[in-house]
């Protein structure tokens, strides 16, 4: 951008001076790149300036901005780093655009966005960004374990369990105990029973006993474990995502899969899960518990579980196999330049469903800016449209094959402004009950360890994920 | 007021016996803590609890603790006992606990207790608290750097641990204490392997990157001949850390070549160690953790032959349904992978579209990816789907796509003409940014192929009927002007459709028409000179001045008349000059200089403590290093089956398994016949050999150093790693015995050693190379012994200051300087220290004083302290014997010499009433009972000068008087030598700049003008070391102040003539300027 206004202020003149420039910066910047080479190795090494550690201190920030808990591992670091923060955060518009990663003149800074907090890190020294995120992450992730959400109300109603979670997750800016198992047993979730007990008796959230996890050779699951009734859910949950254009074909569609467990079983079980089709998962990702040797060689997923609740793994089916598309969509939007207006005809129906019914089907649609309000009708369900967001919502429901769902009218527009040149793309949901749209169907599930018979049971759902019409 | 009162009912609370209300205090203190409030004044009631038998209350007060011990240091040690106590106790989570605490107080005070706590937990039976004790190192580290070597210790014990729970944190401690001591690794390197897929998550990571920089050390280049092929075909850069002076890069390919060629004549095989870490690393991509799968990622991508690093993409390509910041630091690392290795992602090029709900940045970096992977074959799709991008909303996405066009179209020659095409058509967008960014690219592009100029120009020009936007008419001006050779019918066409519409238009589009004008009139005058000069008039009457300055200036320079000054010659030249085509390159090209996944590789630029990636070693280093011996008890050096091993021995053993240098005899042994072997070891000779005898050595091996030279490099740095280690061994040794033992050892060790090489497991070339080897070294055994056997003992100083200066020529060609030690024990002579080190094995004893070895000397000067006149007879010298004072190593060593002149005995020689600047100490020399008439004693003293050059003033007593002395150091005194490698050395320089830089022009005295002597007068003016450089030009020297240890850095860089240049670098400026006068001094002289 600036450079196209340069050249067109520039004469010709000043195009040669330009030119000459231009050379001259050339060898300019070469020995620039040889200095910086040089400064590479001059600069002073890791043991002499920096202090040593990964992760220095976290802020915890809300959405207006003001920071509200702030956790230092090493010295204290002002609080005035995050101007920087800010800085970037206010030019980059939507929250979701700032980046990850920031450099300031002593620190870097790097954050994540959950649940409209950011969560800022201090780093003096070199680390993998990644191994910051993804900590980052599962902080996050404990807190909605732990208080069910990951707001910021919750987190200051907890603050000090908040703060003891902190101090057991990082010790000297590295991670110490992540795993869910082990600082449930050490910090006790708050429930309502509990703080009303402990305010009788002046009792904690503070475990009493020691934790053993951290000792034992499987370190997400804790020892003694003992449930009255034994059992171990899974459900089995597929997402596909899918870009297809304007003409229906499709342009890409992968599946994202994950079988989340809730084992509750007694002692130390011995699991093993079996496939009907497991060669449908070439590209897998196992929770630590999972043996993966065992994987290459069988194709079973053998493991002795967590207690509780977990993610025991996530599969991935690209879009260089054939992924089925539930539904199809016919649709048309137009904008007319004469009278300020634009029509829309929305026609949803069922394409590749496996004889399921597609249930909690949604249109969404993010509008131009120019389009001041919609005046449509429903065939089935209701739709809804935000003018400030210009977000137009198609609540649709079940899809009845037999009446195929309509949604068509006129789109009133700003009069004097050109008309837009894109059309707006649908993003659908929907969800479909007793179905993994890839196929992927758990045969048997065997439990080695222990004496006890446990209920079992796999479900499966199907939802679109990133889900996306061209228009 | 308010202030102090404020926390009262807190107080209160605190204090009560309740614990529930303690515990409701303590809450309320850390929700301050956490919300950034000031809770400080609270820190006695505090720190009272911290007994508190309730766990919860205790744990909120350690939070409390670690949070505000720093600034109540005096308050915070009331505490310490009690994790003192914690430390013993039977349960392993108390003291891991307390441990953990303890550490994070970072309180300078409690070092060596947290040192001894360290050590103790190191060795603790529960693998947990030794998890804790691995924490706890780089704790410390940070808080005392100068508690490095014994970290070290730890470390390396730690490093030996078994347990996967140890692993990972045990591996940090290294990467932020000592990443530089590589040799630490080998013998535990397969048992990381192996233990790898067990570690936890984050403990992968720390492992998978360290072993990362370990292989790139270690093992050959995989891809070695593929570069070959590649470098050959397409000029491409192939290594990795290619950013070196260009002069340097042809060195390097010539070397490369070489090193190819060899590759070609020997089949590359991978190194089985290779291959494990290859093999055990892989299932690690189906981990949960991104952070693990970027970490094996950019293992493969740095370490894996290129056919097999293609098993990564999938797995990058799943983290992308990642979290938005996942997915943003694996795109950037997509996009530098997919420069290099195209192929590995082009499977995967649908997962890269984009969906309009992504956040810009993440657009973007898509783009970039798709743009990377743009091929022949794949164009056209990916053109049909920037085409829906460039509808997007965002535009500074719709920017970024149309940038993205220009570079398919430059890089993909079949789809340019689409893309001009598809990019002329978008000049009418209505967005100026579209637009603009169009006109950009299509200038680009025009520019790289002149001769197809014409056809698109036309068009172009035709559209100034319709498109209105100022910025594209402007920019069609520009390049109808720049081309307008290129349409001669049309160009002044337009001019006139222009000229006509002058007044109307923008104010950019009537600069581009006076500029389309003045070159129209260079080139066809014939036809548009009335033209231009109609345009001209127009622009001198306009609003707007920039306009009629332009007009003005261009008139004066293209119309020529009388008063046109000489410009007007040039004025074709200056505006048809030739314009560079600008070059579309992806930002991400040539980053995977950094190591992928890191920071600095995100950043594009080098973020503190970031551990370069070196580049493959030309030659593999010997892979026996990782083979780990059962059986401990056999002598080593009777097992070793290469040099290599016996030098990895070296560290090793005296660590583990000698405790009171028991190790001694064969320690020697192996370093005698490493000097003997060859020139990799010239290092290892000089710290243990025996002055001349190393010398030896060298000259006959130095033949056999050319030729080695490359390869030695490498293992010279890793010597220097290993030197201290050996020296603290050796320097215990007296030469008398370490002769004795040398005569003994070097026979056996023959045979044995031979021997050995044929049990060994290792290849057939491998042993035969070191069975050679080791003929070899037999022979240079026998030549030393002889000079050893008839060497005397100690020889008078005069001989070895000559000595010196023999000694110093050859650390010239050898580019090395022995290593004076701060850990030399203290050797009481007079030797400059250079000569310490070498005579280290000489010296008769090494504790008490005896006044035979102190023989004045010409290289250190004496110092009168006390007159014989007023002393009565009783007369005193006084030197800095520049040995580290061993009760004290802040203190400088004073060495003092009475003389009792008179004719009777002095008695009670000792000091009293010393008076000092604040911040001195003074360690007084033990009471001479008896000095008798005409006897010489002397006797050591320690004084900290605090790094100044105050005096230290005190009286000197005698049974019978008292003298008021005092002793005033020459700033060159008041440092010890350190020793730095060259690139150590510009390291550390480069962190001193600016005012901690000194420098001053001088010319050299006459006699002063070789090397040696320079050396030698440098030195002895200030006690420093010499640091081996690449030039001749340049002799540096390195040294630390004795009482701070900030480091004072010489450089004299010599001109012809005499002319010199002196810089010191130090971060005490005072010292500085008082060091370069010395120095000047002393060279000027």
């Given at each position: 951008m600036n450079?196209?206004?340069?050249?067109l202020?520039?004469i010709q003149i000043?195009?040669?001076?330009?030119?000459?420039?231009?050379?001259?910066?050339?060898?300019?910047?070469?020995s620039?790149?040889?200095?910086?080479?040089?400064?590479?190795?001059?600069?002073?090494?890791?043991?002499?300036?920096?202090?040593?550690?990964?992760i220095?201190?976290?802020?915890?920030?809300?959405?207006?901005?003001?920071?509200?808990l702030?956790?230092?591992?090493?010295?204290?670091?002002?609080r005035?780093?995050?101007?920087?923060?800010f800085e970037?955060?206010?030019?980059?518009?939507?929250?979701e655009?700032?980046?990850?990663?920031?450099?300031?003149?002593?620190?870097?800074?790097?954050?994540i966005?959950?649940?409209k907090?950011f969560f800022l890190s201090?780093?003096q020294?070199e680390?993998?960004?990644?191994?910051?995120?993804?900590?980052l992450?599962?902080v996050a992730?404990?807190?909605?374990?732990?208080?069910?959400?990951c707001s910021?109300s919750?987190?200051?109603?907890?603050?000090v369990?908040?703060y003891e979670?902190?101090e057991?997750m990082?010790?000297?800016?590295?991670p110490?105990?992540?795993?869910?198992?082990v600082?449930?047993e050490?910090?006790?979730?708050?429930n309502?029973?509990?703080s009303?007990?402990?305010?009788?008796?002046?009792?904690?959230?503070?475990?009493?006993?020691?934790?053993?996890?951290?000792?034992?050779n499987?370190p997400?699951?804790r020892?003694?474990?003992?449930?009255a009734n034994?059992?171990?859910y899974?459900?089995?949950?597929?997402e596909?995502?899918a870009?297809v254009d304007?003409s229906?074909?499709?342009?890409?569609?992968?599946?994202?899969?994950?079988i989340e467990?809730?084992?509750?079983l007694?002692?130390m079980?011995?699991?093993t899960?079996?496939?009907?089709?497991?060669?449908?998962?070439?590209?897998v990702?196992?929770?630590?518990?999972?043996?993966?040797?065992?994987?290459?060689?069988e194709?079973?997923l053998?493991?002795?579980?967590?207690d509780?609740?977990f993610?025991?793994?996530?599969?991935h089916?690209s879009?260089?196999n054939?992924?089925?598309?539930p539904?199809?969509?016919?649709?048309?939007i137009?904008?007319?330049e004469a009278?300020s207006?634009?029509?829309?005809?929305?026609t949803?129906?069922p394409?590749?469903?496996?004889?399921?019914t597609?249930e909690?089907?949604?249109?969404?649609?993010?509008?131009?800016?120019?389009?001041?309000?919609?005046?449509?009708?429903?065939?089935q369900?209701?739709?809804?449209?935000?003018?400030?967001?210009k977000?137009?919502?198609w609540d649709?429901?079940?899809?009845?094959?037999q009446k195929?769902?309509?949604?068509r009218?006129?789109?009133?527009?700003?009069?004097?402004?050109p008309n837009?040149?894109?059309n707006?793309?649908?993003?659908?949901?929907l969800?479909?009950q007793?179905?993994?749209?890839?196929?992927?169907?758990v045969s048997?599930?065997?439990?080695y360890g222990?004496?006890?018979?446990?209920f079992?049971?796999?479900?499966?759902?199907?939802?679109a994920?990133?889900?996306q019409?061209?228009? | 007021?308010?202030?102090?009162h404020?926390?009262?009912?807190?107080?209160?609370?605190?204090?009560?016996?309740?614990d529930?209300?303690?515990?409701?205090?303590?809450?309320?203190?850390?929700?301050?803590?956490?919300?950034?409030?000031?809770?400080?004044?609270?820190?006695p009631a505090?720190v009272?609890?911290?007994?508190?038998?309730?766990?919860?209350?205790?744990?909120?007060?350690y939070?409390?603790?670690?949070?505000?011990a720093?600034?109540q240091?005096?308050l915070?040690?009331?505490?310490?006992?009690?994790?003192?106590?914690?430390l013993?106790?039977?349960?392993?989570?108390?003291r891991?606990?307390?441990?953990?605490?303890?550490s994070?107080?970072?309180?300078?005070?409690?070092?060596?207790?947290?040192?001894?706590a360290i050590?103790?937990?190191?060795?603790?039976?529960?693998?947990?608290?030794?998890?804790?004790?691995?924490h706890a190192?780089p704790?410390?580290?940070?808080?005392?750097?100068?508690?490095?070597?014994?970290?070290?210790?730890v470390?390396?014990k730690?490093?030996?641990?078994?347990?996967?729970?140890v692993?990972g944190?045990?591996v940090?401690?290294?990467?932020?204490?000592?990443?530089?001591?590589?040799?630490?690794?080998?013998?535990n390197?397969?048992?990381?392997?192996?233990?790898?897929?067990?570690?936890?998550e984050?403990?992968q990571?720390?492992?998978?990157?360290?072993?990362?920089?370990?292989?790139r050390?270690?093992?050959?280049?995989?891809?070695?001949?593929?570069s070959?092929?590649?470098?050959?075909?397409?000029?491409d850069?192939?290594?990795?850390g290619?950013?070196?002076?260009?002069?340097?890069?042809e060195?390097?390919?010539?070397k490369?070549?070489?090193?190819?060629?060899m590759?070609k004549?020997?089949?590359y095989?991978?190194?089985?160690?290779h291959?494990?870490?290859?093999r055990?690393t892989?299932?690690?991509?189906?981990?949960?953790?991104a952070?693990?799968?970027?970490?094996?990622?950019?293992?493969?991508?740095?370490?894996?032959p290129?056919?097999?690093v293609?098993?990564?993409?999938?797995?990058?390509?799943?983290?992308?349904?990642?979290?938005?910041?996942?997915?943003?630091?694996?795109?950037?690392?997509?996009a530098?992978?997919?420069?290099?290795r195209?192929g590995?992602?082009?499977?995967?090029?649908?997962?890269?579209?984009?969906?309009s709900?992504?956040p810009?940045?993440?657009?973007?970096?898509?783009?970039?990816?798709?743009?990377n992977?743009?091929?022949?074959t794949?164009?056209?799709?990916?053109?049909r789907e920037?085409?829906?991008y460039?509808?997007?909303?965002?535009?500074?996405?719709?920017?970024?796509t149309?940038?993205a066009?220009?570079?398919c179209?430059?890089?993909i020659?079949?789809?340019?003409?689409?893309?001009?095409?598809?990019l002329?058509?978008?000049?009418?967008?209505?967005?100026?940014?579209?637009?603009?960014?169009?006109?950009?690219?299509?200038?680009?592009l025009?520019?790289?192929q002149?001769?197809?100029?014409?056809?698109?120009?036309?068009?172009?020009?035709?559209?100034?009927?319709?498109?209105?936007?100022?910025?594209?008419r402007?920019?069609i001006?520009?390049?109808?002007g720049?081309?307008?050779?290129?349409?001669?019918?049309?160009?002044?066409?337009?001019?006139?459709k222009?000229?006509?519409?002058f007044?109307n238009?923008e104010?950019?589009?009537?600069?581009?028409?006076i500029?389309?004008?003045?070159k129209?009139?260079?080139?066809?005058?014939?036809?548009?000179?009335?033209?231009?000069?109609?345009?001209?008039?127009?622009?001198?009457y306009?609003?707007?001045?920039?306009?009629?300055?332009?007009?003005?200036?261009?008139?004066?320079?293209i119309?020529?008349?009388?008063?046109?000054?000489?410009?007007s010659?040039?004025?074709?030249?200056?505006?048809?000059?030739?314009?560079?085509?600008?070059?579309?390159?992806?930002?991400?090209?040539?980053?995977?200089?950094?190591q992928l996944?890191?920071?600095?590789?995100?950043?594009?630029?080098?973020?503190?403590?970031?551990?370069?990636?070196?580049?493959?070693?030309?030659?593999a280093p010997?892979p026996s290093?990782r083979?780990?011996?059962?059986?401990?008890?056999?002598?080593?050096?009777?097992?070793?089956?290469?040099?290599?091993?016996?030098?990895?021995?070296?560290?090793?053993?005296?660590?583990?398994?000698?405790?009171?240098?028991?190790s001694?005899?064969?320690?020697s042994?192996d370093?005698?016949?490493?000097?003997?072997?060859?020139?990799?070891?010239?290092?290892g000779?000089?710290?243990?050999?025996?002055?001349?005898?190393?010398?030896?050595?060298?000259?006959?091996?130095?033949?056999?150093?050319?030729?080695?030279e490359?390869?030695e490099?490498?293992k010279?740095?890793?010597?220097k790693?290993l030197?201290?280690?050996?020296?603290?061994?050796?320097?215990e040794?007296?030469?008398?015995?370490?002769e004795?033992k040398?005569?003994?050892?070097?026979?056996?060790r023959?045979?044995?050693s031979?021997?050995?090489?044929?049990?060994?497991?290792e290849?057939?070339?491998?042993?035969s190379?070191?069975?050679?080897?080791?003929s070899?070294?037999?022979?240079e055994?026998?030549?030393?012994?002889?000079?050893?056997?008839?060497?005397p003992?100690p020889?008078?100083v005069?001989k070895?200051?000559?000595?010196?200066?023999?000694e110093?020529?050859?650390?010239?060609?050898?580019?090395f300087?022995?290593a004076?030690?701060?850990?030399?024990?203290?050797?009481n002579?007079?030797l400059?220290?250079?000569?310490?080190?070498?005579?280290?094995?000489?010296?008769?004893?090494?504790?008490?004083?005896?006044?035979a070895t102190?023989a004045?000397?010409?290289?250190?000067?004496?110092?009168?302290?006390?007159?014989r006149?007023?002393?009565?007879?009783?007369s005193?010298?006084?030197?800095?014997?520049?040995?580290?004072?061993?009760?004290?190593?802040?203190?400088v060593?004073?060495?003092?010499?009475?003389?009792n002149?008179?004719?009777?005995?002095t008695?009670?020689?000792h000091?009293?009433?010393v008076?000092?600047?604040?911040?001195m100490?003074?360690?007084?020399f033990?009471?001479?009972?008896?000095?008798?008439?005409?006897?010489?004693?002397?006797?050591?003293?320690?004084?900290?000068?605090?790094?100044?050059?105050?005096?230290a003033?005190?009286?000197l007593?005698?049974?019978t008087?008292?003298?008021?002395?005092s002793?005033?150091?020459?700033?060159?005194?008041?440092?010890?030598?350190?020793?730095?490698?060259e690139?150590?050395?510009?390291k550390?320089?480069?962190q001193?700049?600016?005012?901690?830089?000194?420098?001053?022009?001088?010319?050299?005295?006459?006699?002063?003008?070789?090397?040696?002597?320079?050396?030698?007068?440098?030195?002895?003016a200030?006690?420093?070391?010499?640091?081996?450089c690449?030039?001749?030009?340049?002799?540096?020297?390195?040294?630390?102040?004795v009482?701070?240890g900030?480091?004072v850095?010489?450089?004299?860089?010599?001109k012809?003539?005499?002319?010199?240049?002196?810089?010191?670098?130090?971060?005490?400026?005072?010292?500085?300027?008082?060091?370069?006068?010395?120095?000047l001094?002393?060279?000027?002289?």
């Amino acid at each position: 951008m600036n450079h196209s206004q340069g050249f067109l202020k520039d004469i010709q003149i000043s195009c040669l001076v330009v030119g000459w420039l231009l050379s001259n910066t050339a060898s300019i910047i070469l020995s620039f790149r040889v200095w910086g080479g040089q400064s590479m190795t001059d600069s002073a090494p890791s043991w002499f300036f920096y202090s040593a550690e990964m992760i220095h201190s976290l802020f915890l920030i809300n959405h207006l901005g003001d920071i509200f808990l702030e956790k230092h591992w090493k010295s204290v670091i002002s609080r005035s780093v995050c101007d920087y923060f800010f800085e970037a955060r206010e030019k980059a518009v939507d929250p979701e655009n700032v980046p990850p990663v920031l450099q300031t003149p002593h620190h870097y800074l790097i954050s994540i966005y959950r649940g409209k907090l950011f969560f800022l890190s201090v780093i003096q020294t070199e680390v993998p960004p990644l191994f910051v995120i993804e900590f980052l992450h599962r902080v996050a992730d404990t807190f909605q374990d732990y208080f069910g959400e990951c707001s910021e109300s919750v987190i200051s109603d907890n603050l000090v369990i908040v703060y003891e979670l902190l101090e057991e997750m990082l010790d000297n800016g590295f991670p110490l105990a992540t795993e869910s198992n082990v600082l449930k047993e050490m910090i006790r979730p708050p429930n309502i029973l509990r703080s009303v007990v402990n305010t009788l008796t002046g009792g904690s959230n503070v475990g009493e006993t020691l934790p053993q996890g951290q000792l034992s050779n499987i370190p997400w699951r804790r020892a003694g474990v003992k449930y009255a009734n034994n059992e171990a859910y899974f459900d089995v949950t597929e997402e596909i995502d899918a870009i297809v254009d304007k003409s229906g074909t499709t342009v890409s569609a992968e599946i994202q899969g994950v079988i989340e467990a809730c084992v509750k079983l007694s002692g130390m079980p011995d699991l093993t899960m079996s496939f009907m089709n497991p060669r449908l998962l070439d590209d897998v990702s196992f929770h630590p518990c999972v043996r993966f040797r065992r994987w290459e060689s069988e194709r079973v997923l053998s493991f002795i579980p967590p207690d509780g609740n977990f993610t025991l793994m996530t599969y991935h089916i690209s879009s260089q196999n054939l992924v089925a598309i539930p539904v199809y969509v016919k649709q048309s939007i137009n904008f007319f330049e004469a009278g300020s207006c634009g029509r829309l005809d929305i026609t949803i129906g069922p394409k590749q469903t496996m004889g399921k019914t597609v249930e909690d089907l949604k249109v969404t649609i993010h509008m131009p800016k120019a389009v001041l309000n919609a005046n449509l009708t429903a065939t089935q369900g209701n739709y809804t449209y935000d003018c400030t967001t210009k977000m137009l919502v198609w609540d649709i429901g079940k899809l009845n094959p037999q009446k195929l769902p309509n949604l068509r009218g006129s789109l009133s527009m700003q009069t004097g402004v050109p008309n837009p040149e894109e059309n707006p793309s649908l993003n659908i949901d929907l969800k479909i009950q007793q179905l993994a749209i890839s196929g992927l169907k758990v045969s048997r599930l065997d439990m080695y360890g222990e004496k006890y018979k446990p209920f079992k049971g796999v479900k499966y759902v199907t939802k679109a994920g990133k889900f996306q019409v061209r228009t | 007021m308010f202030s102090s009162h404020r926390h009262d009912d807190l107080k209160e609370m605190l204090d009560s016996n309740k614990d529930s209300l303690k515990l409701e205090a303590m809450k309320r203190i850390v929700a301050m803590i956490a919300r950034g409030k000031n809770a400080s004044d609270l820190f006695p009631a505090v720190v009272k609890n911290v007994a508190c038998k309730n766990i919860e209350v205790k744990k909120l007060v350690y939070v409390y603790l670690v949070r505000y011990a720093e600034e109540q240091q005096d308050l915070a040690l009331l505490s310490i006992s009690t994790f003192q106590r914690g430390l013993k106790d039977p349960n392993q989570l108390i003291r891991a606990s307390a441990l953990r605490v303890l550490s994070s107080i970072r309180v300078t005070i409690i070092v060596p207790i947290m040192m001894l706590a360290i050590k103790e937990a190191a060795s603790d039976m529960s693998p947990y608290v030794r998890k804790t004790a691995a924490h706890a190192i780089p704790k410390l580290y940070s808080l005392d750097p100068e508690q490095k070597d014994q970290l070290i210790e730890v470390i390396e014990k730690l490093l030996a641990d078994k347990t996967t729970l140890v692993a990972g944190s045990v591996v940090m401690a290294f990467e932020e204490v000592c990443p530089e001591r590589i040799d630490l690794i080998h013998k535990n390197y397969r048992k990381l392997c192996n233990l790898l897929i067990d570690v936890e998550e984050w403990g992968q990571v720390v492992i998978i990157n360290m072993l990362t920089r370990y292989a790139r050390t270690q093992f050959l280049n995989p891809n070695i001949n593929e570069s070959l092929l590649e470098e050959g075909g397409s000029g491409d850069k192939t290594f990795y850390g290619s950013d070196e002076d260009e002069d340097e890069d042809e060195e390097e390919k010539e070397k490369k070549a070489e090193v190819a060629a060899m590759a070609k004549r020997k089949p590359y095989v991978m190194d089985p160690d290779h291959r494990l870490l290859l093999r055990n690393t892989k299932p690690l991509l189906q981990s949960r953790n991104a952070a693990v799968v970027m970490a094996v990622a950019q293992l493969y991508f740095h370490l894996a032959p290129k056919a097999e690093v293609g098993v990564i993409a999938k797995a990058l390509v799943r983290l992308l349904r990642s979290h938005s910041e996942v997915q943003y630091v694996v795109l950037q690392n997509v996009a530098t992978m997919s420069i290099k290795r195209r192929g590995m992602f082009e499977p995967y090029l649908k997962s890269f579209y984009i969906r309009s709900t992504d956040p810009t940045q993440i657009k973007v970096l898509k783009l970039e990816v798709l743009t990377n992977l743009a091929n022949e074959t794949n164009i056209s799709t990916i053109l049909r789907e920037f085409q829906t991008y460039i509808k997007s909303m965002d535009k500074d996405f719709v920017a970024a796509t149309i940038q993205a066009i220009g570079r398919c179209a430059t890089n993909i020659s079949e789809v340019r003409d689409t893309c001009l095409n598809g990019l002329v058509q978008l000049l009418s967008n209505r967005d100026e940014l579209v637009v603009a960014e169009s006109v950009v690219v299509i200038k680009k592009l025009l520019q790289m192929q002149p001769e197809k100029h014409s056809d698109i120009i036309k068009h172009m020009a035709k559209l100034t009927d319709n498109i209105q936007v100022p910025m594209a008419r402007a920019s069609i001006l520009w390049l109808i002007g720049e081309y307008c050779e290129h349409v001669p019918k049309i160009a002044p066409d337009v001019l006139r459709k222009m000229a006509k519409s002058f007044t109307n238009e923008e104010d950019i589009v009537k600069l581009q028409i006076i500029n389309l004008a003045a070159k129209l009139y260079l080139t066809n005058s014939k036809q548009t000179k009335l033209l231009t000069q109609y345009v001209l008039n127009l622009a001198k009457y306009d609003q707007n001045y920039d306009i009629r300055d332009r007009a003005r200036f261009i008139r004066q320079l293209i119309v020529p008349t009388e008063k046109s000054g000489a410009l007007s010659k040039y004025a074709k030249k200056l505006f048809l000059a030739l314009k560079p085509a600008p070059v579309l390159e992806s930002p991400f090209k040539d980053r995977d200089h950094f190591q992928l996944g890191s920071l600095s590789h995100l950043l594009n630029a080098k973020a503190g403590g970031y551990q370069e990636l070196p580049d493959w070693p030309e030659a593999a280093p010997d892979p026996s290093v990782r083979n780990v011996e059962v059986k401990e008890s056999v002598p080593e050096w009777t097992k070793c089956s290469s040099r290599e091993k016996r030098k990895e021995k070296k560290v090793e053993k005296p660590f583990y398994t000698d405790s009171e240098g028991e190790s001694g005899p064969t320690e020697s042994a192996d370093s005698e016949s490493d000097s003997a072997t060859g020139s990799e070891s010239s290092s290892g000779s000089e710290e243990s050999g025996s002055g001349s005898e190393s010398e030896e050595s060298k000259e006959a091996s130095e033949s056999e150093e050319e030729e080695e030279e490359e390869e030695e490099e490498e293992k010279k740095k890793k010597k220097k790693d290993l030197k201290k280690p050996v020296q603290e061994s050796e320097s215990e040794q007296s030469s008398e015995e370490e002769e004795r033992k040398h005569q003994r050892k070097s026979k056996p060790r023959k045979s044995e050693s031979e021997s050995e090489s044929d049990e060994d497991e290792e290849s057939e070339s491998e042993s035969s190379q070191s069975e050679s080897e080791d003929s070899e070294s037999e022979a240079e055994v026998k030549k030393k012994k002889k000079p050893a056997e008839s060497k005397p003992p100690p020889k008078p100083v005069k001989k070895e200051s000559k000595k010196e200066k023999k000694e110093m020529s050859l650390l010239d060609l050898d580019d090395f300087e022995p290593a004076p030690s701060p850990q030399v024990t203290p050797v009481n002579t007079f030797l400059s220290n250079s000569l310490v080190t070498d005579l280290e094995g000489l010296s008769l004893s090494d504790s008490v004083l005896s006044p035979a070895t102190i023989a004045p000397s010409s290289t250190l000067k004496s110092y009168e302290l006390l007159h014989r006149i007023t002393g009565e007879g009783l007369s005193v010298e006084y030197c800095f014997s520049r040995q580290p004072f061993s009760p004290d190593a802040n203190m400088v060593a004073v060495q003092m010499q009475f003389t009792n002149n008179a004719s009777s005995d002095t008695k009670n020689l000792h000091i009293e009433d010393v008076k000092l600047q604040s911040g001195m100490r003074v360690k007084e020399f033990p009471e001479i009972e008896l000095l008798p008439a005409g006897e010489t004693a002397t006797a050591v003293m320690g004084i900290d000068f605090c790094d100044s050059t105050q005096a230290a003033n005190f009286q000197l007593c005698t049974h019978t008087r008292k003298f008021f002395v005092s002793i005033q150091p020459p700033v060159g005194e008041l440092m010890r030598p350190v020793f730095l490698t060259e690139n150590e050395f510009k390291k550390e320089q480069g962190q001193l700049m600016g005012m901690n830089e000194i420098t001053e022009k001088l010319t050299l005295d006459v006699k002063c003008r070789n090397e040696h002597t320079i050396v030698q007068r440098v030195t002895t003016a200030a006690n420093l070391s010499r640091v081996p450089c690449g030039s001749d030009k340049e002799c540096r020297f390195a040294g630390r102040t004795v009482t701070s240890g900030s480091l004072v850095l010489v450089t004299v860089a010599t001109k012809e003539e005499g002319a010199a240049q002196l810089t010191v670098n130090c971060e005490k400026m005072v010292i500085g300027t008082m060091l370069v006068k010395d120095i000047l001094q002393a060279l000027t002289q």
